[in-house]
């Protein structure tokens, strides 16, 4: 390779290729911007520099030690919160790719989208809940992430999609891009969670509803890729928003509301969900008996002092979880926790 073997593609060129995507996609100079000016970078556009801020965040490493089901499994196979991420990434971006939008936009928000899961899935959501009023959401706590711990001044519209990747938060999200994420999030989810289900001996692959089987295949890639082509047929079918077609999303309601009945409420994976409430809210109201044991270097100090304690508790891995519990209340720690501790 000689002279020439190269062209510089810098930002103001990767700006002029997003004139090509479809109407419906979110153009990175169209941004509504950060909540602190910056100037422009020469080679990335805003969406990009956004991905890259989420990826070297200290709460997407955190990931990698959080529970997406099942507590503390047996096997390295079993689905992370940081695994999960990487797959709703790569679902996203495909959606996106094949609609016409915009890619990295739906990456970083996919990215972003777990940064505030707190240690033990959703059964630390339900233990934080009574502290905060209204109750508490890993969604919002994602946004406080990147917006006052973290400080990672992202623009709007990736802060946007984090605020509202899950299907219960309103307003929904406002673009595209993040409606991908919202479904991606989901096809993950089902798809890998039903595999690990499998793994962990609480399903058999016959067991999953006929129906499902017969629109999506069988958990793992092939049905991945049957749900992204039902959101893209059904997608450009309606012409204005991301959505499913009618008769596939059927079926994976029907898969949802088997996985909660089946899986996320079954003795394995909820079986020790009081064990992990106990374990979250005795950290709590241990530190908000003794507020100094805050790291300062993870602090809001404008906050409350219970915002303070959520923060940092919730931050926590699992294991970081299980390991302080462990220090603060070594007396009846080993016989409480056991159970926790057991591979299952």
């Known amino acids: 390779m000689g002279e020439g073997s190269f062209r510089l593609v810098d930002r103001a060129a990767r700006e002029r290729a997003e004139q090509a995507l479809a109407p419906a996609a979110t153009r990175s100079t169209a941004t509504r911007g950060r909540a602190v000016p910056e100037a422009e970078d020469a080679l990335r556009t805003a969406f990009e520099r956004d991905r890259d801020r989420i990826l070297h965040a200290k709460a997407f490493r955190r990931l990698k030690h959080k529970t997406q089901v099942f507590l503390n499994p047996d096997g390295d196979h079993f689905v992370t919160r940081l695994t999960h991420t990487l797959q709703v990434t790569q679902v996203a971006r495909s959606l996106a790719r094949a609609l016409g939008l915009n890619e990295t936009l739906a990456e970083a928000i996919a990215l972003g989208h777990d940064l505030g899961h707190s240690p033990f899935g959703h059964i630390g959501e339900d233990a934080l809940g009574p502290y905060v009023p209204g109750g508490w959401h890993h969604a919002a706590q994602g946004v406080r992430i990147v917006e006052v711990l973290e400080h990672l001044n992202l623009t709007w519209e990736v802060r946007d999609g984090i605020r509202a990747h899950s299907w219960k938060i309103t307003p929904p999200p406002t673009t595209r891009e993040a409606e991908c994420v919202r479904y991606a999030d989901r096809i993950g989810y089902l798809s890998h969670d039903a595999l690990d ?4 001996g609480v399903l058999r692959v016959e067991d999953l509803p006929a129906r499902a089987r017969g629109v999506f295949g069988d958990p793992g890639s092939r049905m991945v890729g049957a749900m992204i082509d039902a959101v893209v047929a059904g997608s450009l079918a309606d012409g204005g928003s991301v959505v499913m077609a009618p008769e596939p999303l059927e079926a994976m309601h029907e898969l949802r509301a088997f996985m909660f009945e089946r899986v ?50 919730s931050g926590m891995t699992d294991r970081f979880a299980l390991s302080t519990h462990d220090r603060l209340f070594a007396a009846d720690a080993s016989a409480r926790m056991r159970p926790l501790l057991r591979p299952q």
């Open 197 to 200: 289900a499998v793994r962990a």
């Open 264 to 313: 996320y409420a079954s003795e394995t994976a909820a079986g020790q969900k009081q064990l992990a409430i106990d374990v979250t809210r005795r950290l709590v109201d241990h530190h908000l008996a003794h507020p100094e044991l805050i790291p300062a270097s993870y602090r809001d100090t404008e906050a409350d002092p219970v915002t303070q304690v959520v923060d940092y508790v």
